[in-house]
């Protein structure tokens, strides 16, 4: 397909919506309305009973605002498979948006620090807003807004090239803020792109670190893992890979955008989804060896409360799915070449990590005391009411239907990056065997 | 009749791969003619069909030897020799995990070693049909044929540009 | 911008085997020099062995020191080898060609001195066997729920893995300088390049070779650094080291200096051997920009293990970190440490110009592989030293002359043993110096010409 044309295709396609859109979008909001019920519900309830929003908030983290690391590390990396995704995993940043406000309420149920051992230094006004409460808030809203930023700078090109099909007025005429291709803008505009994903990277990892140790970790007490927020951040990688693998193929099977989502970027991020599911592995390990080997009771104690205990059947599946069936699937190259087996192994590895975002934060919200010392007793499951199932679809749909939504406005799929394809990749014939000659931009 | 082997040398790959399609051409068998080169090509550069072979069955050999070793090694030195040390049970999981995890992969690799010399038909007491010049940059085309076919076949190689036809024993 | 010269086989045949085929008189000297150190070294282990482990610096409770903290540094070293031959190879990339055969064989080097240090340390050198399950007849066996028992068995898979992926791509080289030799160096190498003829079979094989064993290589070598640094966390006498970050902090720990420490080797390699062709400024560039990555990678773990020793705000970790800052020399230490390891290479690796210029690279790699010295120095003496809840158990350490010999001749090992490997082997793979050529290619885009690779479709 010529330049010219993907432009005009991409865009139609954006703009235009066809009936299974429209119902998706209805059916997902009625979803997150009852989600809004649940949530109605559950207030006034103790803090212990809301682990399952936690583990909501910290899944849609986990995995909507780490899916545009995958385009900011396969860029550093400049390889060309990654440019029909690029684009699908930025968009989740606007995620983002809709995940702030699920942290609102998990603001003001955080304990105190008052009583714990910890290094968080107590403020002063207002009484119940210490630190981590404010890091924690700036981190979070600066890796929403600095993702939002990497998406627009990334997408300028696409909204001008949008202006230009619309008569150069509305809303692109804004977005596109005066695009018109120069040499110079592309200059700045890869330099903006470098500067915003380096930081949005180390952003993210900064999050992960602070919401797994404040959200989590903090209020068991006695619990000292120094793995675990690298540990949150690992399966955020793979959850980030596994959703942007399945909205690849949503995109390629309902959207009506196979010809621009080859096989090959299913085959490289099928790669990078083994090596993930292989950490996965490695950090849980890293870390149960280590409290297993030593016997101290206070360790063993916080084996069962997250591991092997109350919370077992969490943990198994988030075992089997994230880790053990993942990896036993992904080393079958006729798997990693099949588009439609790579995105039921991805949607597995989702449902695998929820399950996992469960075990880790029901559990640790359902301590009444966070102030002693070390976990002397693992208490009893907390299973899931009506309200937390509400809750959670909810939280669920809402973040799917804010991504739809934003698809109208951006295009899924990157204009400018396809039209760059055409420039570096050439084919070329090597005496009898047909190559692909692949330009290395410097 | 004993086989005799033709080898033809070439300066280009076009010429090497003029010279495959020529014996294709004549109805030589895939198995019958060689091409040798002193620098990896792609598959299929010369024309050739493409290389079957079975090596991803050595490695699984090899880890299934080895694990087993290992749960040997880690259970049975536990259970010979049954003593609690650091309030871990004696016939503790964890540790024969990473014992086993070593000594799987450890004969994973040696046996695909294994495979690599073994499927490459490795080693090769006598060079046979060979030249020197081919580490230096010519590529070779290797025919093995009856005695009977040792002109036409040399036709058909000195028919791609060969800058030299040497036959041999095959 | 890349700068090269087309070169024919015959070109490379006769620059990448001259270490082999015209070893130049320097490389005498600097073995005999190397050799020297080592002897000395040969000489300090007789001396402790004879003498006994009263001759080095340790004292209760600093029992673990100096050695210790060396073999985890070869062990991290040698991690480059697969870091850079495996990874960049499953992933394609061009500029490893340089650098494979040299990475591994520093990893083949660098693990066999890192096995040396513990049995140096053991004091009894000869009851080192008793760690391999081989008998009963004392009526014990080695106890595998030990760590230490871990560390031998992950240390052999990787010296033999990483020695067999050595041969099998050494046999096409074999098969060059079994073609320009004669006389008993060429029965040699006849022997060695095991009937090599370069079929295209035999090609094809080595390149699913080099994708299989990479692939089972790639999770020993992460293995084994993890256990080593299980060695450490397992226990929990010392709290410092009790902590479940030690694995994954360890690995990239060992990336970082690994991969610092072959271009240190590369860019020798260079002025040494004279391969201005084939050790170019786009591969330190690009070796530069990974190592920035790794870099990273490294802070970011080691700040998670700083913070959470302060996290919690636990005494014994405390006291450990307060000596490291408040308290000389070790404060001194860590503050080379730190500008040593991260603070000077890393902002200088963010410039182009510095990544393509040897002579930096040469000296910002040597700062790190000082640094990353000083921090595994830094992360066993202290938490050994302030081990005891008591404080009138603490003790101090400091190393003895004796100590500092060996640790140097393992320097002197490890660069004369790779002298030797050089004189009877290539140390680039000269298949891949060629398979360049063949896969180079060019596009044009408008004026600019922007250079490509052939790839499988």
Redesign the interface.
């Known amino acids: 397909m010529a330049s010219e044309e993907v432009a005009r295709d991409v865009l139609q396609r954006t703009f235009v919506k066809g009936g299974r859109y429209r119902q998706a979008v209805i059916v997902l909001a009625a979803v997150f309305l009852l989600g809004v019920v649940g949530f109605i519900l559950k207030l006034g309830q103790d803090r212990t009973q809301w682990g399952y929003y936690a583990a909501t908030f910290s899944y849609l983290f986990t995995v909507a605002q780490t899916a545009p690391v995958v385009s900011v590390a396969m860029r550093l990396a400049k390889n060309h498979w990654r440019r029909p995704l690029a684009r699908a995993s930025e968009l989740f940043a606007v995620v983002g948006l809709f995940n702030l406000l699920l942290f609102i309420p998990l603001l003001i149920l955080l304990p105190s620090i008052e009583g714990r051992n910890t290094i968080w230094i107590l403020g002063v006004w207002p009484s119940r807003f210490y630190t981590p409460h404010i890091f924690d808030t700036l981190m979070l809203v600066g890796l929403v807004v600095l993702g939002l930023l990497f998406l627009w700078t990334a997408a300028v090109p696409d909204f001008a090239a949008a202006r230009d099909q619309r008569g150069g007025q509305g809303r692109y005429a804004f977005l596109a803020m005066g695009w018109q291709g120069t040499v110079r803008q592309w200059r700045v505009q890869r330099a903006l792109l470098g500067l915003l994903g380096g930081l949005y990277f180390m952003d993210v990892l900064t999050t992960h670190f602070l919401i797994a140790s404040d959200f989590s970790m903090g209020l068991v007490p006695g619990w000292v893992d120094s793995i675990y927020p690298a540990f949150h951040a690992i399966t955020g990688l793979q959850a980030a890979v596994a959703v942007t693998i399945v909205t690849m193929f949503l995109l390629r099977t309902v959207g009506g955008y196979r010809e621009y989502l080859p096989m090959e970027s299913f085959w490289g991020l099928s790669k990078i989804l083994l090596a993930l599911s292989l950490m996965w592995f490695y950090f849980w390990w890293s870390a149960f060896i280590t409290f297993w080997y030593g016997r101290m009771p206070v360790e063993q104690n916080i084996v069962q409360l997250i591991m092997f205990g109350p919370y077992r059947p969490f943990f198994v599946t988030a075992f089997l799915f994230c880790c053990i069936f993942a990896i036993g699937l992904l080393i079958w190259n006729p798997l990693r070449k099949s588009p439609a087996a790579l995105a039921a192994i991805a949607t597995m590895i989702l449902v695998g990590g929820f399950f996992d975002r469960m075990r880790l934060y029901v559990s640790s919200w359902s301590l009444a005391t966070t102030t002693d010392h070390t976990l002397t007793t693992v208490p009893a499951a907390i299973w899931p009411q009506v309200p937390d199932l509400l809750v959670i679809a909810g939280g669920l749909a809402g973040a799917v239907l804010v991504y739809l939504l934003a698809t109208r406005i951006v295009p899924v799929m990157s204009i400018w990056e396809m039209k760059e394809l055409r420039l570096y990749q050439v084919p070329r014939q090597l005496v009898r065997r047909r190559m692909l000659s692949l330009g290395k931009p410097d | 009749m004993a086989n005799q082997a033709v080898l033809g040398l070439y300066r280009t790959p076009e010429a090497a791969a003029d010279a495959v399609g020529n014996l294709q051409q004549a109805g030589v068998a895939d198995h019958d003619y060689e091409i040798m080169t002193g620098v990896p090509y792609p598959e299929g550069t010369f024309g050739e069909p493409p290389v079957r072979h079975k090596l991803y069955v050595f490695p699984f050999i090899g880890a299934i030897i080895g694990f087993t070793l290992a749960v040997v090694e880690g259970a049975g030195t536990q259970l010979a020799y049954p003593m609690v040390t650091g309030g871990k049970p004696i016939l503790s999981i964890p540790p024969i995990i990473i014992i086993s995890y070593e000594l799987t992969l450890l004969g994973a690799i040696v046996f695909t070693v294994i495979g690599i010399i073994f499927e490459s038909r490795l080693p090769r007491p006598a060079l046979g049909a060979y030249d020197t010049r081919i580490t230096e940059g010519l590529i070779g085309v290797v025919c093995t044929c009856s005695e009977e076919r040792v002109e036409e076949v040399r036709g058909l190689l000195q028919r791609a540009a060969a800058i030299e036809v040497k036959v041999g024993q095959g | ?1 890349q700068d090269r010269r087309t070169l ?3 070109q490379v ?1 006769e620059t990448l085997t001259n270490t082999v085929l015209k070893t130049p008189l320097l490389w005498y000297v600097i073995v005999a020099f190397m050799g020297g150190i080592v002897l000395l070294g040969v000489l300090a282990v007789g001396l402790l062995v004879n003498l006994g482990q009263g001759l080095n610096g340790y004292n209760r409770p600093v029992m673990w020191a100096f050695f210790l903290t060396n073999m985890v540094f070869w062990i991290g070293i040698s991690h480059a080898g697969v870091m850079l031959s495996a990874i960049l190879r ?1 992933a394609q990339a061009e500029f490893r060609r340089p650098a494979t055969r040299a990475a591994e064989v520093l990893t083949v080097f660098a693990l066999a001195t890192a096995g040396l240090m513990p049995i140096v340390h053991l004091g009894r050198l000869w009851r080192a066997y008793w760690v391999f ?1 081989y008998d ?1 007849s004392r ?9 230490a028992v ?1 560390d031998p ?2 240390i ?2 990787y010296l ?2 990483s020695s ?2 050595i ?2 791509a050494l ?1 096409p080289d074999l ?2 300088l079994r ?2 030799t004669t006389g008993i160096v060429h029965s040699i190498y006849t022997l060695l390049a ?16 080099g994708i ?2 990479s692939a ?2 790639l ?2 070598f ?2 084994v650094h ?2 080593v640094s ?1 060695d450490f ?4 006498g010392v709290p410092s080291w ?7 902090y360890f690995v990239i720990g060992a990336v970082h200096s690994g991969v610092a420490g072959v271009i240190t080797v590369m860019i020798l390699m260079r002025w040494l051997f004279g391969w201005h062709d084939y050790i170019r400024r786009e591969h330190i560039d690009s070796l530069g920009r990974l190592l920035f ?1 790794v870099a990273l990678a490294w802070f ?2 080691f700040m ?2 700083f ?2 020793g ?5 005494g014994t970790e405390m006291v450990v970190r307060e000596l490291w800052l408040f308290h000389a020399p070790w404060n001194a230490i860590f503050v080379i440490f730190i500008l040593t390891a991260f603070i000077i290479p890393v902002p200088l690796w963010l410039f182009r110009s510095v990544r393509r210029s040897f002579p930096l690279m040469f000296f910002t790699t040597i700062l790190v592989n000082i640094g990353m010295w000083l921090e595994r120095f830094l992360l066993i003496i202290p938490g050994l030293m302030r081990k005891q809840p008591f404080t009138f158990s603490w003790g101090e350490y400091a190393p003895s002359v004796f100590e500092i010999i060996i640790i140097t001749a393992t320097f002197a090992l490890v660069a004369t043993m790779i002298l030797l490997f050089a004189r009877a082997f290539p140390l680039i793979p000269l ?1 891949d110096a ?2 360049a ?3 180079r ?1 060019e ?1 044009r ?1 408008g004026r600019r010409t ?8």
């Open positions: 911008m024919t086989d015959i045949n499953l399950p009963f009526g014990i066996w080695p106890d595998i729920r030990s760590q871990w068995h992950a052999s898979t033999i893995g067999l992926f041969f099998v046999i098969a060059v073609d320009r095991l009937g090599w003829r370069g079929t295209v079979r035999q090609w094809r094989l080595q390149a699913i070779a299989i064993l089972l290589l999770p020993v992460v293995s993890s256990i299980w966390s397992m226990l929990i009790h902590t479940t970050i030690f694995a994954p990555v970011f773990f998670l293990e913070m959470f302060l996290y919690h705000q636990e298949g060629k398979e050529r063949v896969l290619d596009i885009i922007v250079q490509a690779v052939l790839r499988e479709e």
